[in-house]
């Protein structure tokens, strides 16, 4: 996969990330975008991003820009730290691709760059490097990771989760040791730890692989655990799993956390599951194209008591909340406040399962196809979207017929039974994404499991309708799926 830019800023395999393409993008962005008081540059664990941090903080000082190493810290209190500094922020992290693969994300004074900035960013890669103007400092701040938590703990109180017993899957999560200290803070019974790894362990928090539910239903019965939490490798995307190890959807414990700090309006892309309209419980829900640059910039156009989540759960506060006491905003994705918010009011509804059915009754599941290539993935999804008759074929199979299609982001198709099957190729790795909605659990992971099935064979099968298109892929490939 050729490193690409985009809304998860830049991304592609280690052995491309050559030191001149890394450099040319820090400029690039240093160039086109403020940048304040400088530059805070934090990393995750895999085992390429010590290096590719080097090459940042090295661009940046050679553009005359101090930077301030943080080390190996979450995305959000990077971000975080950055923003209370007035300065600009860069994470070296692939997220939760495998750790073949790395990224930058980019992050100017305000938060996470927007879409007009990265059209600004891509504008100015082919601006010569500006004269040197000498090594900047290079300054180091150990104090980004305990800030985070301090932020929730402020807001929720040190006895916000008192009597409960909380199992956290450290694998290789950044996150990982500040998730264990942020829910001792906050009064939590008993921290198990449980998995953690010295390699790199990818996590997509969207598409957990049956084997790691099992274990973590494994894990949770073993030790008597009221709930389980973890994040995926840089920390900006919540995994939680109830009393009995069942793993709560991310779009899940974003109504929650926006009913919890009295959001009025809430945005959130069409991948999220339909009950957050439900009930009328928000005065408006603003429906964006997958990928946080959409969430935040209907956010900013909407202001006011404003919050927006993603599927992965990843959760934006668009505003100051008074909880317990003060919760500040933070403009990215954030994992800790939507995995402390369901925690505090699980106590009080009779556990965590009994909170999450008093939510509308749609629930989601998200899996992939591995190693499509991504003009094969994108071919496929439009040429199902032209052909009714193709469309109307795959759905057969799956005892569905469309109701109404929405090409906003992929194809999600509503089918007159009210199920949801939302394709979407991937924007930053070789993969097939399918989103499906049900109205009980176990129906959605049936529908996603028939419906990866029926995509593979699809793509086994298929052959583009013109001659010319996506020539590359037309042979008989070989799909993987969970």
């Not at 979450?74 to 950055?82: C, G, I, K, S, Y």
């Not at 992939?368 to 795959?394: F, I, K, M, W």
């Not at 099957?421 to 991937?426: F, I, K, V």
Request: charged share 20%; proline share 7%; aromatic share 4%.
């Amino acid at each position: 996969m050729a490193p690409r830019f985009g809304t998860s800023g830049l991304r592609g395999l280690v052995a491309d990330l050559t030191p001149d393409l890394v450099s040319a993008h820090v400029r690039a962005f240093l160039g086109a975008c403020p940048h304040g008081s400088g530059l805070y540059l934090g990393r995750d664990l895999r085992p390429s991003s010590p290096r590719l941090a080097g090459v940042v903080a090295e661009a940046a000082r050679r553009a005359g820009i101090p930077v301030t190493d943080c080390g190996a810290v979450p995305t959000p209190a990077l971000a975080l730290a950055a923003m209370r500094a007035g300065a600009a922020a860069v994470m070296v992290t692939g997220s939760h691709i495998p750790a073949d693969r790395n990224g930058l994300k980019f992050y100017t004074p305000a938060g996470e760059i927007t879409k007009l900035e990265e059209t600004a960013i891509l504008a100015a890669l082919g601006d010569p490097p500006p004269p040197a103007p000498g090594p900047a400092p290079l300054l180091a701040e150990s104090g980004v990771g305990e800030a985070w938590i301090r932020r929730i703990v402020t807001a929720f109180g040190t006895e916000a989760l008192a009597g409960l017993r909380i199992g956290v899957w450290s694998h290789s999560a950044v996150s990982r040791d500040l998730l264990i200290a942020a829910l001792r803070a906050l009064g939590c019974a008993a921290v198990t730890e449980l998995g953690r790894s010295g390699t790199f362990v990818p996590v997509d928090t969207e598409a957990v692989p049956d084997q790691v539910r099992a274990q973590i239903t494994a894990w949770v019965r073993e030790h008597g655990l009221d709930a389980l939490v973890s994040t995926d490798g840089d920390g900006d995307r919540p995994l939680l799993a109830d009393a009995e190890g069942r793993i709560i959807p991310g779009d899940l414990l974003g109504q929650i956390t926006a009913a919890l700090v009295g959001a009025v309006t809430v945005v959130t892309p069409v991948s999220s599951n339909s009950g957050v309209e439900a009930e009328g419980r928000f005065a408006q829900v603003i429906r964006t194209r997958i990928g946080s640059p959409f969430v935040l910039a209907a956010m900013e156009e909407a202001g006011g008591r404003c919050v927006g989540y993603e599927a992965n759960g990843g959760f934006l506060l668009g505003f100051e909340a008074q909880l317990a006491g003060s919760l500040p905003k933070l403009m990215t994705r954030d994992s800790l406040l939507p995995l402390v918010a369901p925690l505090s009011l699980a106590r009080a509804a009779g556990g965590l399962a009994a909170l999450v059915a008093r939510e509308p009754a749609r629930f989601t599941a998200t899996d992939r196809l591995e190693e499509v290539p991504r003009e094969r993935a994108q071919a496929l999804v439009a040429d199902l979207s032209a052909r009714p008759e193709r469309l109307a074929g795959l759905l057969a199979g799956l005892g569905e017929a469309a109701a109404s299609l929405d090409r906003t982001d992929g194809l999600r198709i509503r089918c007159v039974s009210g199920r949801i099957l939302h394709l979407r190729p991937s924007g930053n790795a070789p993969e097939l994404r399918l989103y499906v909605e049900a109205d009980a659990p176990e129906a959605a992971r049936d529908l996603l499991a028939r419906g990866l099935h029926a995509l593979g064979a699809a793509l086994e099968d298929w052959a583009p309708s013109s001659p010319d298109a996506n020539r590359e892929g037309t042979e008989r490939m070989q799909v993987k799926w969970h």
